[in-house]
């Protein structure tokens, strides 16, 4: 049941013909009562942001942070759309509203597909009456296939801890990059909380998971992350809800690196030894976004060299004699220069679906890693157009 395990709330989704061909492409996620819930978000940092984003940034500050629903669509992002696109999500808020029984402002609105091209904002409309009024806990799954584009799979999670559940459906295989990764994702929980501590608890989660996800370098105008609490299993220790949260979201950032447009590779990247863990982090996702290392882990090669010679050009401190690289746990240079090692274990672990890629600069006690995957020719396929 993914979105709809926590307590209090429903979900649906549908096909209105954004995507053609009866591919679902509109679902909503609302609280099971008329009581609005307790939300919290994170949005993508583009200055590009989407007419959506604009949207629900407002409605949050409209409302003090609290929402009776959520409506997203694939297939058109809404975005660079002006201010038609911002009177479009205005207007799907305004129907599900309409259909709850509620103020639009209490809707937030996602929008995810392609960019610059006006939304068909009717077909929307036409639909929503019929998606509210089949709204259950039951319709998880559909409302999590409806947001996908270029995904192949669904991505839905469950975590329940300490009384309370956390549960979650998200969608991004490309333009996934920190900070935030093109990607949406709504959770829900039925723990007790204000909306100054989901807030805090959220973003906590999204720095430790989505941003330090990397497919391709590239952020999205769209990215969203919406919490929604209906306070129905009482009031966890902070602690723990931050703990649930995060644990949420790495699942679903996980499933997203491994579901990247073109990808055979999850690769883990983790610098240790840095200066500071702010240097460690600029160093992993150096060699993350590196498309030359990419393509190696594509070809199962243990190419430490372009690890290294990323790592040299990241701006952090670095000493070429100190530092040292390992596939799998198995070290392959040490001092910057290759030292023996078991072959044929590296060759076992570069053939395997997740790889580990650990640098160590032995500089100090910096430590950080990326989330990445291996660049293929399925990802060029993937976009060379928007048809």
Avoid at 183 to 211: H, K
Wanted: one cysteine or more; hydrophobic letters at 45%; charged letters at 15%.
């Amino acid at each position: 049941m993914s979105v709809t395990a926590a307590g209090g709330f429903v979900a649906a989704g549908s096909a209105c013909g954004i995507k053609g061909g009866g591919r679902l492409d509109l679902a909503v996620v609302a609280t099971s009562d008329e009581a609005p819930a307790t939300a919290a978000a994170v949005f993508t940092t583009n200055l590009a942001a989407a007419a959506p984003v604009v949207v629900s940034r407002r409605h949050l500050g409209a409302t003090g942070g609290r929402a009776r629903a959520v409506i997203l669509n694939s297939g058109n992002a809404n975005a660079a759309t002006g201010k038609p696109g911002e009177e479009a999500a205005e207007r799907m808020c305004a129907a599900v509203g309409a259909g709850l029984g509620c103020a639009s402002q209490e809707v937030l609105v996602c929008s995810t597909g392609l960019i610059g091209i006006p939304l068909p904002v009717p077909l929307i409309e036409k639909a929503v009456p019929t998606l509210v009024g089949g709204l259950s806990r039951d319709q998880a799954a559909a409302a999590a296939e409806a947001i996908l584009t270029t995904d192949t799979r669904d991505k839905q999670v469950v975590v329940r801890a300490g009384g309370f559940t956390v549960g979650g459906m998200a969608k991004g295989a490309a333009m996934l990059a920190p900070n935030m990764a093109t990607m949406l994702a709504v959770l829900t929980t039925d723990a007790a909380v204000d909306q100054p501590e989901l807030q805090e608890a959220l973003a906590a989660a999204v720095s430790a998971s989505f941003n330090v996800l990397s497919v391709d370098g590239c952020t999205s105008t769209n990215d969203t992350v919406i919490v929604l609490a209906s306070g129905r299993a009482g009031a966890p220790a902070p602690a723990a809800l931050q703990a649930a949260l995060t644990s949420a979201c790495t699942d679903l950032s996980e499933q997203m690196a491994g579901d990247a447009e073109g990808a055979t590779k999850v690769v883990r990247v983790t610098v240790v030894g840095a200066s500071s863990d702010a240097d460690a982090a600029a160093g992993a996702r150096k060699v993350a976004q590196s498309q030359l290392c990419k393509c190696s882990w594509y070809g199962q090669d243990p190419y430490w060299g372009r690890v290294v010679s990323e790592l040299g050009s990241a701006g952090i401190a670095f000493e070429p004699e100190r530092v040292s690289v390992a596939y799998g746990g198995t070290v392959v240079a040490a001092g910057g220069v290759a030292v023996d090692h078991d072959q044929a274990a590296v060759r076992s672990h570069l053939v395997g679906r997740h790889l580990q890629v650990t640098a160590d600069l032995g500089l100090g006690a910096g430590a950080a890693s990326v989330l990445t995957n291996d660049l293929t020719h399925a990802y060029i396929d993937e976009n060379m157009g928007t048809s």
